[in-house]
C-alpha cells in the first residue's frame, strides 16, 4: 500500500530538556489515525516538529517522509508548498486561527491564492463552494462576514474550509471539538468524516477524549511523555489495551451506562521531561512495575500482525493474545 | 426522611444586554424558574451546554448573585441579606469549587496559607489549632505539608484542585458547589480528584451541586441528574436511569452525542443548528428549532415539567402528552 506520511524516530529537545523521544508513525493514503494522551505526551508537538512549525530553539532529528521525498529540515519554499497545501492543520481554538478584522472572503482567498492556482472570480467562487461543503448556510452572503459575527462551530468549520483549500492529502485535526459543546462537537465530527469519505483524505486526530477518537480513527496510537506506547486499530484497543497506561486511561474513563464503578485512577502525575525516569517512563506509576521496568525503556515491538506495545510485559501478553486467537 | 438541605424554587435571573453602543436593552433570560431539592448528603449534578444557565443556577443557590424572582432556603431558612453576620454565618457552611484552580489561587502566597485564609477570615480556633486544621486538610486531600509550602506554579493542574477542594472545606461546610471542578484536567488525573470527592463526600456527609458539561462524570458523582437548556431544566431523575433511558429529545441528542470507545457512531442523534442564544429566545418550546420530533404545539406552547413516572420529570409535550393519552 502507498505510504502517504512515514516518520522515524523523530525527536525533539527544547533547551536541552527531550520532550519526544522516538517516535515512528506510518500512515497511509485515506486513513485515519488517532492520537491519544494526556497533556504534555506530545502528541501535538509531533507534527508541529514534523511540519517545521517549531521555534527554532527547538532541536529536531529523524526523519518525516512525504511521499517518500524527506520534509525534515526541507527550504522553506518546499515547506510552504507542504504546509496548507500537502498537509493542513486545524487547532482547538478557531477564533484565534481567524484574523478579526478581515472578511472570511478575504481569509479564504487568500489560502485559495497561495495554494491553488486561481484567479479573478474563481476564486470567489471556490470560496463559496468550500463553504457550502463545510455546512455554513447562505455562504454567499456570509462569505462578507467578520469572524465575530459566527458561532463557535462555525467559525471551526470555516477554519476546516481554510484547511481543505489547498485540496490536502492529509488533514491533521489538533483537538478540533474540545472547545465545543457536546452537541456541536457531534456536527463537526461527522463533518470531518464526510469530507474524508468524499476526498479520500487522510486524518490524524489528536485528541484527549477516548471516545472522540475511538469512534472516528481507523487506528489509534497512545502517547505517554513522549513515546507512542501502544499502537493498534481502535476497536481492538479499545476492548483490550495491552499497555498498562492505555488499561489506565480506559478505566479512568466513567461509564455512561450499566453499574457505576469507582473509577481506576492512575495514581501519581506525568513525569516532568527534565527529570525522566530511567528505563520505563511508566514505570513509577504502573501498578504492574517490576525490577526490570526500571532498567531500559522498552521500545514498541509488535505483538500481532497490526498491534504493537512498548512494555516488557508484551511477551506474555502476545502469547495470551495468541491464545484467544487460536480458539 | 430528613428536610432537604437546600430547596430552590422557582429562581429567575435576567441580565440586560444592550447590542452596540446605542442598540436597545435586551433581557438575557439566563434562569427561568428553576426549582431542585438536594437531600443531605445526596449530590445533584446540572447539566447542560453553554449558555444554558447552569453556572447562573450555582451562584444563585450559593447567594453570590441574587435571584430576581424565587426563593433559596438552605437548612430551612432563607438566605440572609448578603452582608450581614447571619449571611457570613451561612457563607461558612457552603462553599465553592471553580474550573480554574490556578485562577483561584493567589500565585504569590504558599498554598497552607491560602487553605488557612477562610479560619483567619470567619475566625475559627487559634492560631496554632488553624495550623494543625490545614495538616489536616492537607492529609485529607492527600497531600503532604511539603506541598503546602509550594506556591501555586510548583504544582500540577490536579495538585492544585486538590488545594482549591482543601480549602473549600476548611470552615467545614454543609454544602459545595463545584462548577466543572475536573474539565480542565487530564482523564487520569480527573479520576483520581472525582474518587477524592466521592470519599470526602461520604466521610464528611457533604451535600453538593455539581454542575459540568460532561455526562460521564456527573453521572459518576450524582444521585439526581438535571439537564437544563436555555435558562430550564428540560429533564431531571436519578443519574442511573436518565442517561439509560433519556426522554426529553435534547437529553437524548446528548445523551448520544457523547462519544464511547468501542461504539461507532452509527445512530447518532446529531442536533442541526447552534445552541440558540439566551437574547434570542425561540418560542414555545425553547428547543424546538432543533428538535428532531418537533410538533405545531412545541413553537407556541412552553412546555411545564411534568412528572412521568417514578421520580423522573420532563418538559415536552411530546413526553407529557403522550402519558396524558395513557392515562385517558
Known amino acids: ?327 | 426522611m430528613s428536610a432537604p438541605l437546600v430547596e430552590v424554587a422557582a429562581i429567575s435571573r435576567s441580565y440586560s444586554m444592550r447590542s452596540g453602543m446605542f442598540g436597545r436593552a435586551t433581557a438575557v433570560h439566563a434562569v427561568d424558574g428553576v426549582s431542585l431539592t438536594i437531600a443531605r448528603g445526596q449530590t445533584l449534578g446540572l447539566v447542560g451546554e453553554s449558555g444554558s444557565g447552569k453556572s447562573t443556577t450555582g451562584r444563585i443557590v450559593l447567594g453570590l448573585e441574587p435571584p430576581d424572582r424565587g426563593e433559596v432556603r438552605f437548612d430551612g431558612k432563607p438566605m440572609a441579606t448578603p452582608g450581614t453576620a447571619a449571611w457570613r454565618g451561612q457563607r461558612a457552611r457552603m462553599q465553592m469549587i471553580f474550573q480554574d484552580p490556578l485562577g483561584a489561587l493567589d500565585r504569590r502566597l504558599p498554598v497552607a496559607t491560602q487553605i488557612r485564609e477562610p479560619l483567619d477570615i470567619h475566625g475559627l480556633g487559634t492560631a496554632s489549632m488553624r495550623e494543625e486544621r490545614v495538616r489536616e486538610l492537607l492529609r485529607a486531600v492527600e497531600l503532604t505539608p511539603v506541598h503546602g509550602a509550594r506556591y501555586p506554579g510548583a504544582l500540577s493542574g490536579g495538585q492544585r484542585q486538590r488545594i482549591v477542594l482543601a480549602r473549600a472545606l476548611a470552615t467545614k461546610p454543609d454544602f459545595l458547589v463545584c462548577d466543572e471542578p475536573v474539565s480542565a484536567l487530564d482523564v487520569s488525573i480527573q479520576a483520581q480528584v472525582v474518587n477524592l470527592l466521592a470519599d470526602l463526600q461520604a466521610q464528611l456527609g457533604l451535600t453538593l451541586l455539581f454542575i459540568s458539561h460532561d455526562l460521564r462524570v456527573v453521572r459518576q458523582i450524582s444521585n439526581i441528574v438535571a439537564v437544563m437548556y436555555l435558562g430550564r431544566i428540560v429533564e431531571i431523575g436519578s443519574a442511573d436511569d436518565l442517561f439509560a433511558r433519556p426522554e426529553h429529545p435534547y437529553t437524548q441528542a446528548l445523551v448520544s452525542a457523547s462519544p464511547a470507545p468501542g461504539r461507532r457512531s452509527a445512530g447518532r442523534i446529531v442536533l442541526s443548528g447552534d445552541p440558540p442564544n439566551p437574547a434570542a429566545r425561540p418560542q414555545g418550546c425553547a428547543f424546538h428549532p432543533r428538535c428532531p420530533r418537533a410538533i405545531a404545539r412545541c413553537a407556541s406552547e412552553v412546555p411545564a415539567l411534568e412528572t412521568v413516572g417514578g421520580d423522573r420529570q420532563v418538559a415536552c409535550h411530546l413526553v407529557t402528552g403522550a402519558v396524558t393519552r395513557d392515562a385517558a
Not at chain 1, 511540519?51 to 511521499?67: C, D, I, M, T, W
Not at chain 1, 462578507?144 to 483549500?165: C, D, K, N
Request: charged share 20%; aromatic share 2%.
Open chain 1, 1 to 327: 500500500m502507498p505510504q502517504l506520511v512515514s516518520i522515524e524516530d523523530l525527536r525533539v529537545a527544547f533547551n536541552g530538556v527531550p520532550v519526544l523521544r522516538g517516535v515512528d508513525i506510518a500512515l497511509q493514503k485515506g486513513e485515519a489515525l488517532g492520537l491519544v494522551g494526556e497533556s504534555g505526551s506530545g502528541k501535538s508537538v509531533t507534527w508541529l516538529a514534523a511540519l517545521g512549525l517549531l521555534p527554532r530553539h527547538a532541536r529536531v532529528s529523524g526523519s518525516v517522509r512525504l511521499e517518500g521525498r524527506e520534509i525534515l529540515g526541507a527550504p522553506a519554499a518546499e515547506l510552504d508548498h507542504v504546509r496548507g497545501g500537502r498537509v493542513a492543520m486545524i487547532f482547538q481554538d478557531p477564533a484565534s486561527a481567524l484574523n478579526p478584522v478581515l472578511t472570511i472572503r478575504r481569509q479564504l482567498c487568500e489560502a485559495l491564492a497561495l495554494h491553488r492556482d486561481l484567479q479573478g472570480n474563481a476564486v470567489k467562487a471556490e470560496a463559496r463552494r468550500l463553504l457550502d461543503l463545510v455546512g455554513i448556510p447562505d455562504a454567499a452572503r456570509r462569505l462578507e462576514a467578520y469572524p465575530h459575527e459566527f458561532s463557535g462551530g462555525q467559525v471551526q468549520r470555516i477554519m476546516i474550509a481554510m484547511a481543505l483549500a489547498g485540496n490536502p492529502d492529509l488533514l491533521i485535526a489538533d483537538e478540533p471539538t474540545t472547545a465545543l459543546d457536546a452537541t456541536i462537537q457531534a456536527q463537526i465530527l461527522e463533518l470531518l468524516s464526510t469530507i474524508r469519505s468524499e476526498l479520500n483524505m487522510a486524518m490524524v486526530l489528536i485528541s484527549h477524549d477516548l471516545g472522540v477518537v475511538a469512534e472516528n480513527c481507523d487506528r489509534v496510537a497512545v502517547m505517554y511523555a513522549g513515546r507512542i506506547v501502544e499502537e493498534a486499530p481502535s476497536n481492538q484497543l479499545f476492548a483490550d489495551p495491552v499497555h498498562p497506561y492505555a488499561q489506565g486511561l480506559i478505566g479512568a474513563l466513567p461509564p455512561l451506562d450499566g453499574p457505576r464503578r469507582r473509577l481506576t485512577a492512575i495514581p501519581g502525575t506525568v513525569p516532568d521531561p527534565a527529570h525522566m525516569p530511567g528505563g520505563c517512563a511508566f514505570a513509577p506509576r504502573c501498578a504492574l512495575a517490576s525490577d526490570p521496568c526500571g532498567l531500559a525503556a522498552p521500545s514498541l515491538a509488535p505483538i500481532a500482525d497490526d498491534r504493537s506495545v512498548a512494555c516488557i510485559r508484551a511477551e506474555s501478553s502476545r502469547r495470551a493474545l495468541l491464545g484467544i486467537a487460536a480458539e
